[in-house]
Nanobody, 124 residues
Framework: QVQLVESGGGLVQAGGSQRLSCAAS????????MGWFRQAPGKEREFVAH????????EYADSVKGRFTISRDNARNTVYLQMNSLKPEDTAIYYC?????????????????WGQGTQVTVSS
């Protein structure tokens, strides 16, 4: 089993920046594909970004490309999401996710492991 705990959410003004962290425990973190998803009120959970076990490869949703950066520190068992140029439409609960084999689907929110989520609110 893997436990994921997100932190770093909160209220930020449009145009601002925020960094989310996700600490993992319970299994060899460096073997996991890691990702971030988000869910806005009344909407389905959607893919944001994911990163390969080594950190060498990343992919992003079109809506965040160029503004968000996913990274990981395998020595600290932590994955990060740096969010810049935030917009009100980025307001959502952000979830950290882990997957043992292969990339996450960008169409459906499926994962082997989920964090509890952290709220990000962007004011206009």
């Amino acid at each position: 089993q893997v436990q994921l705990v997100e932190s770093g959410g909160g209220l930020v003004q449009a145009g601002g920046s925020q960094r989310l962290s996700c600490a993992a425990s319970g299994r060899t973190f460096s073997n996991l594909f890691m990702g971030w998803f988000r869910q806005a009120p009344g909407k389905e959970r959607e893919f944001v970004a994911h990163i390969s076990p080594s950190g060498a490869n990343t992919e992003y949703a079109d809506s965040v490309k160029g503004r968000f950066t996913i990274s990981r520190d395998n020595a600290r068992n932590t994955v990060y999401l740096q969010m810049n140029s935030l917009k009100p439409e980025d307001t959502a609960i952000y979830y950290c996710a882990g997957r043992g084999i292969g990339w996450f689907s960008q169409r459906t929110a499926t994962a082997n492991y989920w964090g509890q989520g952290t709220q990000v609110t962007v004011s206009s």
